[in-house]
């Protein structure tokens, strides 16, 4: 079975700390890919980052950071010096022929 | 470069009602998928269309149906609304390859609520 795992239902954290979000997943796939996406107040989902199931490579982009572990299952995104801005909810998606999501992380950044 | 649009952005409806929520995907995407949203949820995927066929099909009863149309645009129905179908519809649009999985991108969503 396909699912994904977002523990974390709500995280608060004060402007510039760092915080990681958590993502494990479930799958019998051997290729497979994982998304992160960002869903502000408006609702509408806003892709972050894309990976496949054989590149372990993590990945930066700004004060984005995401950590690929196969061998935990794991998809984990950091935010490094969080802004009131990276207030959203977060999910986590796991890609083949559909797109399971998890049930997301709110992300509250106080000033 | 026009993203993922949807109408209407809201819509309230009555139990026992039929509804139509319309999408149009990204330029150059060919294939729609359909989620809905429940509140505090994460989507859950109805269905997905490319070349004017229903392609995967989530675990949703046969009231949501789909269609798309020659110029890869897509319309949701339900029919015989029921409380629980309030929800946010999500369209996304994607480019289908012969392998792998194509990134969504996503659009604003259907706000529906069945009275």
């Known amino acids: 079975a396909q699912k994904v795992t977002q523990a974390q239902t709500e995280i608060s954290v004060v402007e510039k700390e760092d915080v990681t979000l958590d993502c494990v997943y479930e799958t019998r796939d051997t290729t497979y890919y994982l998304f992160w996406y960002k869903q502000p107040p408006s609702g509408e989902l806003v892709f972050l980052i894309r990976r496949n199931s054989f590149d372990e490579q993590n990945e930066i982009s700004g004060r984005y950071s995401w950590n690929f572990q196969k061998s935990t299952s794991s998809f984990n995104f950091t935010i490094t010096a969080s802004q009131v801005v990276d207030s959203a909810v977060y999910f986590c998606a796991l890609g083949g022929n559909q797109f399971y999501f998890g049930t997301g992380t709110s992300l509250t950044v106080i000033p | 470069d026009a993203g993922v649009t949807q109408s209407p952005t809201h819509l309230i409806k009555t139990r026992g009602q039929q509804v139509t929520l319309r999408c149009s995907p990204k330029?150059?995407?060919?294939?729609v998928s359909w989620y809905q949203q429940a509140l505090g949820q994460g989507p859950q995927f109805i269905f997905q269309?490319?070349?004017?066929?229903?392609?995967q099909r989530g675990n949703f009863p046969d009231r949501f149906s789909g269609h798309q149309f020659p110029n890869y645009s897509s319309e949701l129905n339900v029919n015989a609304l029921l409380l629980g179908d309030s929800a946010l519809y999500l369209c996304a649009s994607s480019f289908l390859k012969t392998s792998g999985t194509d990134t969504q991108y996503f659009g604003p969503g259907t706000r529906l609520t069945v009275l």
């Open positions: 269309y490319y070349e004017e066929e229903e392609r």
């Open positions: 330029s150059g995407h060919d294939t």
